[in-house]
């Protein structure tokens, strides 16, 4: 049983761009690393670990797309066709 949804989309659905949100992911993980390296002694934190960040983000966030793509295609487009 489908959970009901507030938002109605008018056009048909599309696939997200892995790409896209891999990039996404990658910019958020490095500002994230920057808010550490620029909070902490300058030491502290190093370009590997902005670099690891934004790694680890662009991998969850395009594996977070996948996903999303994998269910809406078994799942909700073919129920909506």
């Known amino acids: 049983m489908l959970v009901p949804s507030l938002f109605n989309s008018a056009g048909d659905g599309r696939s997200w761009s892995l790409p ?8 958020i993980g490095a500002l994230a690393a920057a808010f ?10 190093s370009a590997w670990e902005i670099a690891a960040a934004a790694l680890g983000f662009a991998l969850l966030c395009g ?3 996948a996903l999303r793509n994998l ?11």
């Open 71 to 81: 269910i809406a295609r078994r799942l909700i487009w073919p129920a909506s066709q």
């Open 63 to 65: 594996a977070a797309a």
């Open 20 to 27: 896209r949100a891999a990039c996404y992911g990658a910019a």
């Open 36 to 45: 550490k390296l620029f909070a902490l002694p300058p030491t502290a934190a």
